[in-house]
Nanobody, 119 residues
Framework: QGRLVESGGGLVQAGGSLKLSCVDSGRTFSRYIMGWFRQAPGKERELAAAIGGSGSTTYYASFVKGRFTISRDNAKNTVYLQMDSLGPEDTAVYYC????????????WGQGTQVTVSS
């Protein structure tokens, strides 16, 4: 098991919600910018949302803006992704990642959790 462990994926109907969690077993969680990537079959991995170390800054890709919310609890070494108004196009493996600098080469990756949205 790696440093980052995701949970919360599953099967949901279109219009439904899921909340993903990612726990960091390290001791320096607040140093890292945390992000949620996703990779659909046959497509490249793409950054969906990210959050700064203190939680005060966030980034959302255009395809999730207004539907997904990223948050973190540094006391619990956990980052969350609340996903609402899900559609079949959101079906993918979702990965948690951590970086101290930029997303070109993240320092850590989680193993991924499958999200499947049925129409």
């Amino acid at each position: 098991q790696g440093r980052l462990v995701e949970s919360g994926g599953g099967l949901v109907q279109a219009g439904g919600s899921l909340k993903l969690s990612c726990v960091d077993s390290g001791r320096t969680f607040s140093r890292y910018i945390m992000g949620w990537f996703r990779q659909a079959p046959g497509k490249e991995r793409e950054l969906a949302a990210a959050i700064g170390g203190s939680g005060s800054t966030t980034y959302y890709a255009s395809f999730v803006k207004g539907r997904f919310t990223i948050s973190r609890d540094n006391a619990k070494n956990t980052v969350y992704l609340q996903m609402d108004s899900l559609g079949p196009e959101d079906t993918a493996v979702y990965y948690c990642a951590a970086t101290v600098a930029n997303w070109d080469r993240p320092d850590y990756w989680g193993q991924g959790t499958q999200v499947t949205v049925s129409s």
